[in-house]
């Protein structure tokens, strides 16, 4: 299975930017890097997804590392709006999703 | 558009008894994921279908099973019902199979209670 590593939980106060790291050291050159949200009591939600450069879109903002053995997820302005889980994933060749324990975030009023 | 649709949203049966989940997804997608949700093992993977079939199965026992009909719609199917089966069923769309750059569309899920 395709792993990555996330950290269980963060905070972050709204109105702030949020940075959420993840690793993936065993990705492939082929895998796609996915990140997916899930509010309480909702079936996961796409966020963004990248292969090797930076992307941007209306929801958040992914940063890849030159190795592509990490990246961050960055909400620019967190909102109440924003607590969830945040699961870091990456896609390979076949086609589900391998999600881990992804990280909790928190936001504070 | 309609999302992916997954009925019913809450369901409770008893301990050997089987069950049938249904899942219709986005219009124009043609493959559809299952995924299991508990507590204590997070969110796995149990099978994708594709044009009516089986493409890639995850490490559930053979009680679990699912089909997929012509219209892409997708049943799965639970027997001999145990307490660990309690659980967050997902279901998730996609336009196509193995696609890597493309994204999932999750229903709500369905709840399933096994007493």
């Known amino acids: 299975d395709a792993k990555t590593t996330q950290p269980n939980s963060m905070e972050s106060n709204e109105e702030e930017p949020v940075h959420l790291p993840c690793n993936h050291s065993t990705i492939s050159g082929t895998d796609y890097i996915h990140w997916y949200r899930q509010l309480p009591s909702q079936g996961p939600e796409y966020v963004i997804h990248?292969?090797?450069s930076n992307v941007n879109n209306r929801m958040a903002s992914l940063a890849i590392a030159e190795d592509r053995k990490s990246s961050t997820l960055i909400l620019h302005r967190a909102t109440l709006r924003d607590a969830a889980v945040y699961y870091c994933?990456?896609?390979?060749?076949?086609?589900?999703?391998?999600f881990g324990t992804g990280t909790r975030l928190t936001v504070i009023p | 558009k309609a999302g992916v649709t997954q009925t019913p949203r809450y369901l409770i049966k008893t301990r050997g008894q089987q069950v049938t989940l249904s899942c219709s997804p986005i219009?124009?997608?043609?493959?559809v994921s299952w995924y299991q949700q508990t507590p204590g093992q997070g969110l796995q993977f149990l099978f994708e279908y594709f044009s009516e079939t089986q493409r890639n199965k995850g490490n559930f026992p053979g009680r679990f099973s699912g089909r997929q009909f012509s219209n892409s719609r997708s049943e799965m199917n639970v027997s001999t019902l145990e307490l660990g089966d309690s659980a967050l069923y997902l279901c998730?769309?996609?336009?196509?199979?193995?696609?890597?750059?493309?994204?999932?569309?999750f229903g709500q899920g369905t709840r399933l209670t096994v007493v």
């Open positions: 998730a769309s996609s336009l196509r199979s193995g696609q890597l750059n493309t994204e999932a569309f």
């Open positions: 994933i990456h896609r390979t060749g076949a086609n589900n999703l391998f």
């Open positions: 219009s124009g997608h043609r493959s």
């Open positions: 990248g292969l090797t």
